[in-house]
């Protein structure tokens, strides 16, 4: 099951009903070909996080990210380079086609891993405007969807697919994505929280494509709320690589 580098989802003008019968795809076949965008077997990136809080204070953490695509769920495992003092912390997320899935994280300098629950998955990742629910993949089955319109974002025609979680400890309570209809690449996102009000926009800013899979290679995720902001840059990417399932293990996590 493949899914964009970016957990996890991402959607005006005109009743895209018409659209839909035209291409003969359902919202459900729109998010799921969305998801499930082919990206090879495998990728190693390299990944800039740029962080500007509040009050404009600037923060720059810099990962590597090795992704396993499968059909039984996706496996990522993150880990931080710089700066120093989160040097070899990690994140690992496994995802589980017919279960709850798995994620946790890697506190290098304490030595301690803890796991990712549920109920904390709305948590910031790393002190950005992601949570780990933002960082993780999910399956289109997780979600309900309705196709709402049609736009073009710079010469690109768009689906506008709105989804809802189904879990209800998400704070998501709507999620509307833009998707290049050629491509199935998420161009624009919004969230909303429990009282519909936006949380949330995502815009990518740069799109490419490498080694002949399309990547959003420039991503900006605005919390409207707090007026902060988070930029995701991805430096290198390599797809292919043959990376194994035993990469992907909480003993891998905690030996860097």
């Known amino acids: 099951m493949r899914k964009i580098a970016f957990a996890s989802i991402f959607a005006l003008i005109l009743g895209l009903a018409v659209a839909a019968m035209a291409a003969d795809l359902s919202a459900d076949e729109v998010a799921k070909k969305t998801m499930e965008r082919d990206e090879g077997l495998d990728k190693v990136e390299t990944m800039k996080m740029t962080i500007v809080t509040s009050n404009g204070k600037t923060k720059e953490r810099t990962l590597q990210i090795n992704k396993l695509y499968d059909d039984a769920g996706n496996m990522q495992l993150m880990r931080f380079v710089e700066p120093a003092k989160y040097k070899n912390y990690g994140f690992l997320s496994l995802q589980h086609k017919d279960g709850d899935d798995d ?11 803890v796991r990712i629950e549920s109920s904390n ?3 910031s990742f790393m002190n950005s405007d992601l949570s780990y629910y933002d960082m993780s ?13 049609s736009a073009v974002i710079d010469g690109k025609d768009c689906w506008i697919l709105s989804s809802v979680p189904k879990d209800k400890e998400i704070e998501y309570s709507r999620i509307e994505t833009w998707v290049w209809k050629d491509q199935y690449v998420p161009l624009r996102l919004k969230m909303y929280d429990a009282n519909g009000q936006l949380i949330k926009e995502g815009t990518a800013q740069r799109i490419e494509q490498i080694n002949g899979f399309w990547t959003v290679m420039v991503l900006k995720i605005e919390n409207v709320q707090q007026g902060s902001n988070t930029t995701l840059t991805i430096l290198e990417i390599k797809h292919n690589q043959g990376l194994k399932p035993e990469l992907f293990t909480l ?5 860097p």
């Open 103 to 113: 994620r946790w994280m890697y506190m290098a300098r304490q030595k301690k891993t």
């Open 121 to 123: 998955q709305n948590d």
């Open 137 to 149: 993949d999910h399956d289109a089955a997780d979600q309900t969807h309705e196709l709402k319109g």
């Open 251 to 255: 003993q891998q996590l905690e030996n």
